[in-house]
């Protein structure tokens, strides 16, 4: 017998049917019907979050850490506007997310109703699609559909906007899930072609100075320990960008950790000097490349993507490979293999001559991750020591989030991630106020895990009244806050290029006692100002005393701390400024 | 370097303005653009006109695919095609002119499909410069309205764009 059910309760089913176990969201008119039939229910629980930017972020974060898709619900109009900014940072770093937006009455679409946005206008451009629900009878096809366009492909997030008629209680329609979904304009690469792949392992075998240039795609891909076997039976250096750290052991020689404007020193000249350049799951986005004009001159790409249009999109591919990263990758380890047991490492005396160039490139000018030995307990705190603490603390164990600026920088640079889906940022649009409620995401999906969220004041305070939303769920999240009384980034650049002229990038007389902000929320707060300071109150903060709590360590760290390596704007990779001394 | 792109696109509501949000978004040009239902009832085709470098069309095709509503894309410009558009123009047709209008229509292969005492309304089709070029043999100082039609387009032989 078929079920009949009203489009509210259809729409929830058939969340249960995907396996969705959370909604984070925020109730308005157009979305009550919705919340009615989640009420009714004990299958999905549903997160109440302060601000529908942070629902997506939650989403977000949780997609990032588990794989799987988020689901964020929000109602018309403002509700719906404020999600924009979660999808579209979702859709940059192709998360895999649906979102749910209450819409007003199919009659009074187009009248400037009350809290009427053209939600499948205004998200256009920042979701990879939109649905607007016509009927209750559509709605189990549209959820199918919906699920798995977000997650098949390049993922990405996609919206489903319900006019409020459609979840009426009083009008019902029968309900079946649908098995499976085909479309016709639509079919995503499932594995990568022969002859291509074959021409990749050719250039392996050939090179002097190869590189993988591992990318986010191999992380969301699932590809990180397949590529990691790869990578370590060619002996071949590893270098990841921002959304691809974990992809490949942070701790492992092999590993050059990122590259790009904020790069290592030894990435980017690897990267300038090799001869066979691997991307794999890369976008040669501008903060990797530099100038594209000057980008990589001897080497060969074998460019491995998902989406046919990230490739030879700013940098031409000499090989490209479309599919998803796992699929190519295990068919060419095959080949690889036979081709290894065939004539061996090709040119391992050229390989070892590479990594002899490597490691002195480490050497001469690597990333200094002994900050903590510095003895002087009254010295003010460095943000990378502040960062190594942490690592030190959760032994490189924790999830990490960050908000976006010089603390991202620094904690992508010093926290060693050896893990894929560890580390969990706002890569591609750099969005400030990620980072809390990605943490909370993630804790979500883990609640046993350790989550630590690496910010800065600035960003924390574009979300802090998701504070409220961790006391209301018991998120033991905690929060470093590396509090420089500054927009760090914005005034790192204004003292490189604008003559130290700080236009409004500072408040230090306007912040908040952000201890006793967070006690009023209900959690614990520390300040810690001074370096001998810095390790104790860390590893209080990660203490089985604290394990239930929410704890907020207030680091104040030296405010004149840049972050280098920085790309020299319109050079090549291997242009870039060390420290301080050479940009003034 | 023109090139004429044609798309086979789910004929469902709001799928145009993605195909033409599209170009907006990542500033590619369009010159031309038609649209209308495919004997088909659940396809539509349309037809852009845009220009840029290989790499700049290689995207814009690319891009154009990934559209979940979008079912096939060719670039008509990569063989041999024909392009037609129609243009509807009334021209102010008074004394002498009236016969050197009625002349240079005639070697254009057009037609005039409504005259009044002071004006004629011709209507042409061809390629855009065929259309181009009889604006400029009338001169542009008479014309009164033009009314375009943007360029269809479609593939020569045996090259067909269809499911």
Redesign the interface.
């Known amino acids: 017998m078929t079920e009949h059910l009203s489009g509210g309760d259809m729409l929830i089913r058939a969340l249960q049917d995907e396996g969705v176990d959370y909604i984070f969201g925020y109730p308005g008119g157009a979305a009550l019907h919705i919340y009615d039939a989640i009420f009714r229910q004990q299958r999905v629980e549903h997160i109440l979050v302060r601000h529908e930017q942070a629902a997506t972020h939650m989403a977000d974060g949780y997609a990032r850490a588990t794989g799987r898709p988020g689901v964020v619900l929000v109602t018309s109009g403002p509700g719906a506007t404020n999600a924009i900014t979660g999808i579209a940072t979702a859709y940059m770093d192709s998360i895999p997310m649906v979102v749910i937006s209450g819409q007003v009455p199919s009659d009074l679409i187009g009248t400037d109703a009350f809290q009427e946005t053209d939600m ?2 205004v998200s ?2 920042v979701v ?3 649905f ?1 629900v016509r009927s209750a009878a559509d709605i189990p096809m549209v959820v199918k559909k919906a699920f798995y ?1 977000a997650t098949s492909g390049r993922p990405g997030p996609v919206v489903i906007d319900v006019p409020k008629d459609v979840t009426d209680p009083a009008i019902t329609a029968p309900y079946k899930y649908p098995k499976s979904v085909s ?4 079919n995503p690469a499932l594995r990568g072609h022969t002859g291509q792949i074959r021409r990749a392992v050719e250039a392996l075998a050939r090179a002097k100075r190869p590189v993988i240039y591992a990318g986010g795609g191999v992380v969301q891909g699932n590809a990180a320990e397949l590529m990691t076997r790869i990578a370590k039976r060619l002996n071949f250096p590893v270098t990841t960008t921002l959304m691809g750290l974990g992809a490949f052991p942070a701790t492992d020689r092999q590993c050059l950790g990122m590259l790009g404007m904020h790069g290592t020193f030894e990435s980017n000249n690897a990267m300038h000097a090799a001869d066979l350049i691997l991307a794999i799951g890369a976008r040669f986005d501008d903060r990797v490349t530099n100038n594209p004009k000057k980008f990589c001159p001897q080497a060969t790409i074998v460019h491995i993507d998902i ?3 990230s490739i ?2 700013i940098i ?1 591919a000499d090989i490209p490979i479309v599919g998803p990263a796992l699929a190519v990758l295990e068919e060419m380890e095959p080949m690889l293999e036979q081709e290894l047991t065939k004539h061996g490492l090709p040119d391992a005396a050229a390989l070892q001559e590479w990594w002899k160039q490597i490691d002195g490139w480490r050497t001469s000018h690597g990333l200094n991750h002994h900050m903590l030995d510095r003895v002087d307990p009254d010295a003010k705190i460095l943000p990378q020591q502040a960062v190594q603490a942490l690592l030190k603390a959760t032994s490189g164990d924790a999830y990490v989030t960050s908000d976006v600026g010089q603390h991202q920088m620094f904690a992508a640079q010093y926290y060693a991630f050896d893990a894929p889906r560890r580390w969990i940022n706002s890569g591609g649009l750099g969005t400030m106020g990620f980072g809390l409620p990605a943490a909370m995401g993630v804790q979500f999906a883990f609640p046993q895990a350790t989550v630590a969220c690496v910010t800065g004041e600035g960003s924390f305070m574009m979300n802090m009244q998701e504070l409220s939303t961790c006391l209301q769920y018991g998120l033991p999240i905690k929060v470093v806050n590396l509090n420089n009384a500054a927009l760090g980034m914005v005034k790192q650049w204004q003292d490189m290029q604008y003559g130290g002229r700080h236009s409004h990038s500072t408040y230090r007389e306007a912040l908040p006692d952000f201890v006793k902000l967070v006690e009023s929320f209900g959690h614990v707060g520390i300040r810690v100002e001074r370096l001998g300071e810095l390790m104790p109150a860390m590893t209080e903060a990660f203490s089985e005393k604290y394990r239930k709590r929410l704890v907020f360590l207030d680091v104040h760290v030296d405010p004149e701390e840049h972050v280098y390596p920085m790309a020299i704007k319109g050079g090549s990779m291997r242009d870039m400024f060390l420290s301080r001394a050479e940009t003034n | 370097m023109r090139r004429i792109i044609a798309v086979l696109l ?1 004929n469902e ?2 799928a145009l ?2 195909v033409v ?1 599209l170009f907006a ?1 990542r500033n590619y040009n369009i010159e031309t653009l038609t649209v209308a239902p495919t004997e088909d009832e659940t396809l539509s085709r349309l037809t852009v006109t845009t220009t840029g470098d290989a ?1 700049k069309i ?2 814009i095709t ?2 154009l ?2 559209l ?4 096939k894309v060719m670039d008509l410009t990569d063989g041999d095609h024909v392009e037609r558009e129609l243009m509807l123009i009334k021209v102010r047709a008074e004394g002498t002119t009236r016969a050197e209008i009625k002349r240079t229509t005639d070697i254009f292969r057009g037609q005039i499909i409504d005259v009044t005492d002071t004006t004629y309304t011709v209507q042409l089709t061809g390629p855009s410069e065929k259309l181009d070029g009889y604006i400029g043999a009338i001169g542009k100082a008479i014309v009164l309205e033009v009314v375009r039609s943007g360029v269809s387009g479609i593939g020569r032989g045996e090259k067909i764009l269809g ?1």
């Open positions: 499948v206008g256009r451009p990879k699609h939109s607007l366009i479309l016709r304009s639509y989406d046919p249009a030879s999109k031409p | 789910e509501a709001g303005s993605r949000g978004q790499s290689e995207q690319k891009q695919n990934k979940i509503e979008v079912v499911l």
